[in-house]
Nanobody, 123 residues
Framework: QVQLVESGGGLVQAGGSLRLSCAAS????????MAWFRQAPGKEREFVAT????????FYADSMKGRFTISRDNAKNTLYLQMNSLKPEDTAVYFC????????????????WGQGTQVTVSS
């Protein structure tokens, strides 16, 4: 089992950057595929990006390609999401999640979730 805690959200102007972190408890972090999802008010939770256990494989939702970068530091049990060129439509609560399987993008494929961190992008 793994517990996840996100941080790094906040208010930023359009065009700005933020770096989200997700701290994981437990010694098994390195065995999990990790991902970021987001949920805007009134909308379903949507996939943002995923990374395999070693960090050697990543996959992004089309709208985030080239602007967001997912990474992980297994020595620190931490997942990151670097977000650049932020747009007002990126405003959402961002969640990190863990799964035993790489390559999935549905929320149902992820077993553990953090509580989320709010990102607000002003125009």
């Amino acid at each position: 089992q793994v517990q996840l805690v996100e941080s790094g959200g906040g208010l930023v102007q359009a065009g700005g950057s933020l770096r989200l972190s997700c701290a994981a408890s437990g010694r098994t972090f390195r065995s999990y595929t990790m991902a970021w999802f987001r949920q805007a008010p009134g909308k379903e939770r949507e996939f943002v990006a995923t990374i395999n256990w070693s960090g050697g494989l990543t996959f992004y939702a089309d709208s985030m390609k080239g602007r967001f970068t997912i990474s992980r530091d297994n020595a620190k049990n931490t997942l990151y999401l670097q977000m650049n060129s932020l747009k007002p439509e990126d405003t959402a609560v961002y969640f990190c999640a863990a799964s035993r399987i790489y390559g999935r993008v549905s929320t149902a494929s992820f077993d553990y979730w953090g509580q989320g961190t709010q990102v607000t992008v002003s125009s």
